[in-house]
């Protein structure tokens, strides 16, 4: 049973689904019409002693009414309030861009207090019908699944209406590393294009703070299996040229058009690369080709002046040519990522090193871009245990 409540403590009452919920008065219209907040716990005393907090608040005039509250003004608040303070930039970026393009424009206006897992389960329905790619769909259902669950938990909601809908299916997509012939190709294709630039800036006799080296840079992608944002995020200090090992700490993030320096995507992702002769041989023919002695805060892979990279302009200006030249369109840089990947596997390089030198957080994300290749490595593997336990039985045992 609720009891009776205490004189001034609201209506508090247990729902049909276990949750315990009170109500009070926290304003009044215009007309005089109540205004009344609802809120959420696990026990009738925790929901008391929010109602008291609730009172305290409306009587001090510091309470915003959540019962007014849309779908699309609490995620602006979630972003700036939750987000923006504790994760990386590069997360609040990619959240408010969902937040902007699919979500509120579909649920903003809903109030977020009626907010159910039916207009959840539309929504991304909708999308589907709108031809909205399946991983966008998947995105944004994460990203509002996460926005709610923090609506749970200040108490704005009492259940998560995301929680009750099924993750949008995605197929898994299609992973083409690249084979040794396409990267000699690519190379050689870079090595042209470096050599192309020289000769542009040198005719035109335009001075350049840096000189930024795409055979180089798409050597140490293959070496590493670093994303694009750790690659352009790079500086000379990370190189120890003794000890032949690059340090990954940082990120370099677009957000319209701007560079913005970031954090490693994940702890695991900030990681010391011992690297191979080949990346170690590219990094130092690219550092004498510089202009002038670099210093140890400057950019490894900048822009002619000496600023950090920007994605779409190195998209546009440099990555599609070269694949266009080389022949590969429709590779993506991220493909170099997939491709070291491979190399590793190929070599015999044990999972949990490749997890480590890839940056990934956990061995299931190693082993899942693994499995592409893992078939053709079948035979090899039968082979090798025929040669340690084949000749030790005898003939006439089979």
């Known amino acids: 049973m609720a009891g009776k409540r205490g004189n001034g403590e609201g209506s508090i009452y247990k729902r049909g689904d276990g949750v315990w ?22 026990t009738r005393g925790e929901v008391a002693k ?33 987000v923006k303070p504790s994760r990386r930039l590069t997360t609040f970026y990619t959240y408010r861009t969902f937040i902007r393009k699919h979500l509120k424009p579909r649920i903003g206006g809903f109030r977020l207090q009626r907010l159910q897992p039916i207009h959840v389960q539309s929504l991304f329905a909708t999308m ?19 926005a709610l669950a923090d609506a749970v938990r200040l108490k704005l909601l009492g259940t998560n209406p995301a929680a009750a809908v099924d993750r949008p299916r995605a197929p898994r997509p299609d992973i083409k590393p690249l084979n040794f012939d396409q990267v000699e190709k690519l190379l050689e294709t870079a090595r042209e294009m470096d050599a192309q630039r020289d000769v542009w800036r040198a005719q035109r006799k335009r001075a350049a703070a840096h000189r ?53 995507k994940t702890r695991s992702s900030r990681r010391t690369i011992d690297l ?5 041989a590219a990094l130092a023919a690219h550092r004498q080709k510089q202009p002038a002695t670099p210093h140890p805060s400057a950019w490894i892979f900048a822009d002619w002046n ?19 030249r080389a ?25 949990r090193v490749a997890q480590q030198i890839l940056g990934h957080s956990d061995i299931a994300t190693t082993m899942s871009v693994y499995s592409h290749v893992s078939a ?23």
């Open 50 to 82: 929010l109602l008291a907090e609730l009172q305290g608040e409306a009587a001090t005039g510091t309470l915003v009414d959540p019962a007014q509250m849309t779908v699309g003004s609490f995620l602006d608040r979630w972003l700036e309030d939750t």
């Open 212 to 264: 930024l080296s795409v055979e180089a840079l798409v050597t140490l992608a293959l070496g590493t299996g670093a994303r694009q944002g750790e690659l352009f995020g790079l500086k000379w200090s990370d190189y120890d040229v003794k000890a032949g090992t690059l340090s990954i700490s940082r990120s370099i993030v677009d957000h319209n058009g701007t560079p913005n320096v970031g954090e490693g």
């Open 276 to 280: 191979p002769a080949f990346a170690a």
């Open 327 to 351: 022949g590969m369109v429709g590779v993506r840089f991220h493909d170099l990522r997939h491709s070291a990947a491979s190399f590793l596997l190929t070599a015999g390089v044990h999972p």
């Open 376 to 398: 053709g490595l079948g035979k090899a593997a039968a082979a090798e245990l025929d040669a340690l336990l084949g000749r030790r039985r005898a003939p006439d045992s089979l």
């Open 128 to 146: 589907e019908r709108e031809g909205v790619g399946a991983r966008t769909r998947q995105a944004a259902f994460a990203t509002l699944r996460r």
């Open 21 to 42: 919920a009170g109500a009070a008065t926290v304003s009044h219209s215009e007309t005089g019409k109540a205004r009344r907040r609802v809120v959420y716990g696990a």
């Open 306 to 324: 000496g600023a950090p990279l920007r994605r779409q302009n190195f998209a546009s200006r440099t990555w599609r040519p070269l694949v266009k």
